[in-house]
């Protein structure tokens, strides 16, 4: 039996730093598959599926209408342009988010840029087979969706692009997927519900509560009122 191996100096610490650092090696049986090293940075996440699974299934639901004040998701943040939704809320599936991405990506080919996704699709979609029953659950998993919100912004782009050029691969993603869409730059006013704010209407006036208003009076409303005929000319009778 051999003695233990007694390390002094400076032999500590490099004993201690082999001991501690992380090992990656590639193993001789599959040398062409990478190993991941320890590292710190995330992992790229799939923005048209959740990390996990639905611990329970989901209703239907629906988007949420931000009329209590609401601005947030409505500006462009990351980028300098995006593509926001105009017409009203809609539920779009990951099938139809990922068309609008390749096409955004297939125009902007040969191009230097980065493309942002601001939702997810996180909401699963159960149906029943045709000619099915009534009852007996809520069905099998058919594929994910998101609910996407009124002036809710679901691309951002930013890098050496003519903005024409981005406003033609907007438009063609804009084609691919259910709803109406609009082009926004970086700087625009946010959307509150359905109404943007700029020249003079502010966050703090949509915010107010309503103001009551006094019911108008009779002559008050006979003085605005055009006669029908001139005072100054009397009827002959």
Not at 2 to 30: A, E, F, M
Not at 31 to 47: E, G, I, M, N, V
Not at 52 to 66: D, H, I, L, N
Request: aromatic letters at 6%.
């Amino acid at each position: 039996m051999s003695p233990p191996r007694i390390v002094t100096g400076s032999g500590v610490n490099r004993l201690i730093k082999s001991t501690l650092r992380p090992q990656c090696r590639h193993s001789l049986i599959t040398p062409f598959l990478p190993s991941r090293c320890f590292s710190t940075t995330p992992k790229t996440l799939d923005w048209l599926a959740p990390k996990s699974g639905e611990t329970k299934k989901s209703r239907k639901g629906r988007p949420r209408v931000p009329t209590g004040g609401s601005v947030r998701g409505t500006t462009v943040v990351w980028g300098d342009y995006g593509l926001r939704m105009r017409d009203h809320d809609r539920r779009i599936s990951a099938a139809q988010l990922k068309n609008g991405e390749e096409t955004i990506r297939r125009r902007l080919r040969g191009t230097r840029y980065r493309l942002y996704m601001r939702i997810s699709a996180n909401i699963g979609v159960y149906t029943s087979g045709n000619e099915t029953r009534m009852g007996k659950g809520k069905g099998t998993f058919d594929h994910w969706a998101s609910r996407v919100a009124v002036s809710k912004i679901i691309f951002e782009l930013k890098g050496d692009v003519h903005e024409q050029v981005v406003r033609d691969a907007f438009r063609l993603a804009a084609n691919k997927m259910p709803g109406l869409y609009e082009f926004v730059k970086k700087g625009d006013p946010p959307v509150m519900g359905i109404t943007k704010l700029g020249n003079g209407l502010t966050e703090a006036m949509l915010r107010r509560p309503r103001q009551s208003l006094t019911a108008p009076s009779l002559p008050q409303t006979a003085a605005r009122i055009p006669s029908t005929t001139p005072p100054s000319q009397g009827l002959n009778v």
